[in-house]
């Protein structure tokens, strides 16, 4: 809780709203070339030579995150991350940020610059610039909103509508893991309430709480892409879990997919944890969500390229429209897919 | 009350988000060049061959607005200028907004669709293109997010720090207006709190009243400064009151700075709203905020250009930074001027 991590209690009011700006934006570094302005005027002001990509997300306690469990400068990290995954969804090259907060009156001045740690060090990281935003009170609880901008030549920006039929579908890293990493937390929750001296033994988890708590996006795909002179026909971010990306993806291009269940990258202790857990692991990987791993499509004929490729799988490919969208299972039945992943308004999916 | 006039609710669960996407952008038209992508991706795509300004803010229910004396459009209508306001302020057009809402379940699809109604009329009169954002729940009340993207030569972006010693200090338009029509909303509420059989009289106010309500914000003043050939050497918009953005603009351009009382420009409503409730008007003119004019500064070399425009008025000049911030009274005398305006984290004041 954030409440025994700071001993140091300073009221936000005592700051006031310029006050904490000023508290969180000092040495504070512009990095990228494109930035001409950062936080301290009406506007920043950015010049892009090539096309600029734009999205916003916004994260809001106890809907997309339990502080309960979530250290704040975790959640700064994370809330950049996911708008930056957005970006790299696009083939773009993420630059600039901007972060607005608002907090109700139980957050400090030191939880906000520990919320502030996390969106910096992510900032550092990916090579991007936070370079504005808004500061200001709320009712209830805390409320994350994010926007990133992202450069790409136009011609080179992947869509979610460039799917062709026979193109092939590749997912990066692994699936499933930043949902089974909640469900441990959930349940260590759960025992912490139970009996608050027992101390959880949580190691043998460290990879699925790691890809939960702190995820990383994707920026090493594109580059990767690049430098393997492919060009992905589409591409889309795995926020929602797979089966919803890939009915994005075949709307967006007006086509149908088949998957094969045996190809899914699954992570051993993702399996181990679904065993535990008495979970399905593919039902998971295709509604778990929060991955932020990317999900793209190729031309066959770059297949050799990426072939071997350990950061890089081909689960499936693009088929006409009419053929609908399938997985087939290990045992070789097809199953429809159909829409499972999370939705905020109904926890329960639709 | 907005339960008063849906007859229709529909659960926002029962569309789910994406649902609700649709149903908002339905029909949505993207106006500007520069949109190359709109709602639809991971991200949005612009293409801005000037500098791009981005400015983003963020209004919280019971912290910025009250939905007891707010309809959601015109809350709709009001969010959309407080960003583009900013965008004007810095001598820029502004071309794109992204609108992020978090929303509690006591909010159905026809209440998102009015707030909506009036983001994409002022979108309309604005020339402004909605090109993303994001729909997500909340566990207590409406929050609006807004990011707003405009396009201007480098060279002829107006930034707080231009100020130079001797230039002329100009403001559009009148001040205080949106501050007493604020008092007059919370008047009657109290009123209808006590009566609710009382209907309100709020003929005498209706200037007011639209100025807190659906405020307006100042496209028209670049377009006019280009017109007349003036270069604004610094520019800000008053959204937190007169004397708090004069301390902006002095300390961002190390300047001092004397206005004089008898030029603030104060509409009549305002002289005899202020009588009525015992307030000083130029007290309110420099605090109430909210009023979302322009204050600029202008060479003295430029003063015969706009002299006689009834949109300017010039209140005072700048002066060495030595010589500290006044206002000078009617009676002559020099009073320190001192940030008054409103902060979220304190609604008395600093």
Redesign the interface.
């Known amino acids: 809780m954030i409440e025994d991590k700071n001993p140091q209690r300073t009221p ?2 005592q700051l ?2 310029f006050g ?1 700006i000023d508290h969180i934006t000092q040495n504070l570094e512009i990095g990228n070339e494109s930035t ?2 950062g936080i ?9 030579n ?9 994260l ?5 995150f339990d502080l309960s469990y979530v250290p704040l400068k975790h959640l700064g990290y994370k809330a950049v991350i996911v708008n930056l995954s ?2 790299y ?2 083939n ?1 090259v993420a630059k ?1 940020i ?1 972060v ?3 907090i109700s009156n139980r957050f400090p001045v030191e939880a906000v610059q520990e919320l502030y740690e996390g969106v910096k060090l992510a900032c550092k990281i990916y090579g991007v610039d936070l ?4 500061t ?6 805390l ?1 994350i ?1 994010i ?4 450069e790409q030549k ?1 011609e080179d ?1 992947a ?3 460039g799917v062709q039929d026979g193109d092939l579908l590749v997912v990066s890293g692994d699936l499933g893991a930043a949902y089974m990493g909640l469900q441990i937390l959930e349940r260590e929750k759960a025992v912490f309430k139970e009996n608050p001296q027992n101390q959880p033994d949580i190691e043998a988890y460290t990879y699925l709480i790691e890809r939960q708590l702190k995820p990383e996006a994707r920026k090493d795909i594109p580059e990767l892409l690049r430098k393997l002179d492919v060009k992905p026909t589409a ?3 795995l926020s929602d879990g797979l089966s919803s990306e890939i009915i994005h993806l075949c709307k ?1 291009s007006e086509v149908g997919m088949t998957i094969y269940e045996e190809k899914i990258p699954l992570d051993p202790t993702v399996i181990n944890a679904c065993e535990e857990f008495n979970l399905d692991s593919t039902t998971i990987a295709l509604s778990g969500g929060e991955d932020y791993e990317l999900l793209f499509t190729i031309s066959q004929n770059d297949y050799e390229k990426i072939k071997g490729n350990p950061n890089l799988t081909v689960i499936g490919h693009a088929l006409p429209a009419s053929s609908g969208m399938h997985l087939v299972t290990r045992g070789g039945e097809q199953v429809e897919i159909k829409a499972l992943g999370w ?4 926890e329960t999916g ?1």
Chains 1, 2 share one sequence.
């Open positions: 936000v009011e006031g709203e904490l001409l302005t301290g005027d009406d506007a920043a002001v950015i010049h892009h090539e096309a600029t990509v734009i999205t916003t997300d916004m809001v306690e106890g809907v997309h957005d970006v969804a696009m773009a600039q901007t607005s907060i608002a370079i504005g935003g808004d200001t009170a709320s009712t209830s609880g409320i909103s926007t990133a901008l992202g136009k920006i869509k979610r509508s591409m889309i971010d967006s939705n905020s308004f109904n639709e």
